[in-house]
């Protein structure tokens, strides 16, 4: 699931890079068509036991927990299935971090889903943002970045999209001990 904020006002924003790395991993695997259940935008992607559901909350991001909630109850899923990918102010912008659990960092779409699962043992990819030189978290996560962090943020979601092939293919561990180097 990768969150964001729906809509075209949001499109291109620091805060949609959850949204970003979804729709290029669905291209990626030839994705099936998407389809819309209460609170996300899904598809169905892979083949035999490898089958993926790929989710965009269509909740604003401070309720993302709302979709993530439907999507495991929908599908009789664990809180340990789900791999929850947003951006993240405390990594340098174009670094990614996967982990599993912990807390939500301050970070509101996080812990609307530790709240709403009432776990925080799930999946994170991270996309590294960098904070604002000036002015206030909110406005920047809300911002279009200029072209040379969109570069580093293009290189991220490319590595994000990579790591979450691998992580499919080799499990967490090794997905860590992979991508968590410096990127």
Known sequence: MGLGNPGP??????HNLGYRVVEALARQLKAESPFQLRHSLCAAAGSGEKRLLLAQPLTYMNLSGRAAAELLRRYGLEPGQLVLVYDDLDLPPG???????????GHRGVQSV??????ADFLRLRLGIGKPSEGDAATYVLEVPPPPEQELLDRAVERAVEALAFLVEAGPEEAMNRFNRAS
């Open 9 to 14: 006002r949001y499109s291109g924003t620091r």
């Open 95 to 105: 670094r990614i971090r996967l982990r599993r659990g912990g807390s939500s960092a």
């Open 114 to 119: 530790i709240e709403a699962l009432g776990s």
